[in-house]
């Protein structure tokens, strides 16, 4: 019941960055509803849907018919998330994303401005989704004692399919290892796991992290290794060889590494080059994969050589 209230309470935070129009539409849903999600998205011409912890996606209505979403809609959401200057969050909505108070998060899909290959800018907006940020305390509970070997944490990544629960268990993990005495540096690129707002963390992320926020994670965590002396060094979402890099050396550097990574399994995680040189170094000791089985996650822990 408590988990519900306060993933109603996410809800209604998260929804403060909708038009007036939409955002009476989604609380006004059944609370039993709310209590269950993890997604609200919105799609120009298409509507409002929203996406529970099973995966499953789900037309929102009003007074029973569909609430209409419109690319003004979609306009004045970013504007709202941008508190009116969407100049000075250029980098940001280039790169996809917009952090929110809150810990929440605003995905832009639209057509995309170019320069040289690279996306200066989202022009047109067609898809919003916004990721509702709802800690689960406890969450690495009956995970932390498999990764641990004689007092000391052992390097872990956690690996899972987009939207299955990563980021929530790395965040409780970075809290109980604070709690157990255990110094992490946590690259946070895209503000989701600690969500600094004056350079205090809105979520739970424990006694001893320390947190750089909004840099590239390989630079990141060169930082943290440099300047905070780190036992564990902490990333969410590895996807390019600069990431990569940087944990092999926090790891030549005597940290733990605690990291996450798109994947089903280890098959699946074998057969991606950018994390070979994990794996040919032997850096992770622990795999931790996330399935879902009858709506709720299961953790399973796997030793590595």
Same mark, same amino acid.
């Given at each position: 019941m408590e988990r519900d209230m306060?993933?109603?309470?996410?809800?209604?935070?998260?929804?403060?960055?909708?038009?007036?129009?939409?955002?009476?539409?989604v609380?006004?849903?059944? #609370?039993?509803?709310? %209590?269950?999600? *993890?997604? &609200?998205?919105?799609?120009?011409? @298409? $509507?409002? +849907?929203?996406?529970?912890?099973?995966?499953?996606?789900?037309?929102?209505?009003?007074?029973?018919?569909?609430?209409?979403?419109?690319?003004?809609?979609?306009?004045?959401?970013v504007e709202i998330a941008t508190r009116a200057s969407m100049q000075g969050a250029a980098e940001q909505l280039a790169a996809g994303f917009l952090p929110l108070p809150g810990g929440h998060r605003l995905g832009l899909c639209g057509s995309a401005a170019?320069?040289?290959?690279?996306?200066?800018?989202?022009?047109?907006?067609?898809?919003?989704?916004?990721?509702?940020?709802? #800690?689960?305390?406890? %969450?690495?509970? *009956?995970? &932390?004692?498999?990764?641990?070997? @004689? $007092?000391? +944490?052992?390097?872990?990544?956690?690996?899972?399919?987009?939207?299955?629960?990563?980021?929530?268990?790395?965040?409780?993990?970075?809290?109980?290892?604070?709690?157990?005495?255990?110094?992490?540096g946590l690259a946070d690129e895209r503000g989701e796991v600690a969500a600094l707002r004056g350079g205090v963390p809105q979520l739970d992320v424990g006694p001893l992290s320390d947190i750089a926020d909004g840099c590239p994670k390989g630079e990141g965590l060169m930082l943290l290794l440099r300047a905070m002396s780190p036992q564990v060094l902490a990333a969410d979402e590895i996807t390019c060889p600069a990431d990569t890099e940087a944990l092999c050396q926090g790891a030549n550097c005597g940290a733990a590494l605690l990291a996450t990574a798109h994947a089903a399994g280890r098959d699946e995680l074998e057969r991606r080059a950018v994390y070979q040189?994990?794996?040919?170094?032997?850096?992770?000791?622990?795999?931790?994969?996330?399935?879902?089985?009858?709506?709720?996650?299961?953790?399973?822990?796997?030793?590595l050589p």
């Open positions: 306060v993933r109603r309470r996410a809800v209604c935070e998260a929804a403060q960055v909708l038009p007036r129009g939409l955002r009476t539409a609380l006004s849903q059944d #609370p039993q509803r709310q %209590a269950c999600w *993890e997604e &609200l998205r919105l799609r120009a011409g @298409r $509507g409002l +849907f929203a996406v529970d912890s099973a995966g499953r996606e789900a037309p929102l209505t009003a007074g029973g018919r569909p609430c209409p979403v419109t690319a003004e809609d979609l306009r004045q959401t170019l320069r040289e290959g690279r996306v200066l800018a989202v022009r047109t907006i067609s898809s919003l989704n916004l990721r509702i940020a709802c #800690p689960v305390t406890g %969450a690495g509970a *009956e995970v &932390l004692p498999a990764l641990m070997e @004689r $007092g000391r +944490f052992q390097s872990s990544l956690i690996l899972a399919p987009p939207g299955e629960g990563k980021t929530t268990l790395l965040r409780d993990l970075i809290r109980l290892l604070g709690e157990a005495g255990i110094r992490t040189p994990l794996l040919a170094g032997r850096v992770f000791r622990r795999l931790v994969t996330i399935r879902r089985e009858g709506g709720a996650r299961r953790y399973l822990v796997e030793r």
